[in-house]
C-alpha cells in the first residue's frame, strides 16, 4: 500500500512558479507520475519519473518548463513548474505504482493522491 499526499498548488499569474510536492509513505518502490485534469478534460500525464530516477517523461507542452524529481529518501517527488501559462491551470494529482518503469496513462497507477488545484491567471 502507498499513501499519497500532493501539497504546493495555488494561484499564480501567468510566468510565475510553483513547486507541487507528492509526500508518500509505505512502501518506497514505486514509479511516480504527475497528472492533471481540466472541467471536461479527462486526466492526461505531465510528468513521470521512475523508482531510482534516472529516467523521466514529460509532456510535450511542458518540456523546458517543469522539471520532476524525487529525494534521495525516494519518499517525495516533486513537481517544479515555472513558466507557467493559463492553460496549466487544473487540478494535479501524483500517482504511484509499484514497477520500476512508469507508465504515461492514468490506468497504468493504482494509488492517487487527492490532488491539488493550480490556477494560473492571465
Known amino acids: 500500500q502507498v499513501q499519497l499526499v500532493e501539497s504546493g498548488g495555488g494561484l499564480v499569474q501567468a510566468g510565475g512558479s510553483l513547486r507541487l510536492s507528492c509526500a508518500a509513505s509505505g512502501r518506497t518502490t514505486y514509479a511516480v507520475g504527475w497528472f492533471r485534469q481540466a472541467p471536461g478534460k479527462e486526466r492526461d500525464i505531465v510528468a513521470a519519473?521512475?523508482?531510482?530516477?534516472?529516467?523521466?517523461h514529460y509532456t510535450d507542452s511542458v518540456k523546458g518548463r517543469f522539471t520532476i524529481s524525487r529525494d534521495s529518501a525516494k519518499t517525495t517527488v516533486y513537481l517544479q513548474m515555472n513558466s507557467l501559462k493559463p492553460e496549466d491551470t487544473a487540478v494535479y494529482y501524483c500517482?504511484?505504482?509499484?514497477?520500476?518503469?512508469?507508465?504515461?496513462?492514468?490506468?497504468?497507477?493504482?494509488?492517487w493522491g487527492q490532488g491539488t488545484q493550480v490556477t494560473v491567471s492571465s
Open positions: 519519473i521512475t523508482w531510482s530516477g534516472s529516467r523521466t
Open positions: 500517482a504511484a505504482d509499484a514497477s520500476v518503469g512508469f507508465a504515461v496513462v492514468a490506468s497504468g497507477y493504482r494509488y
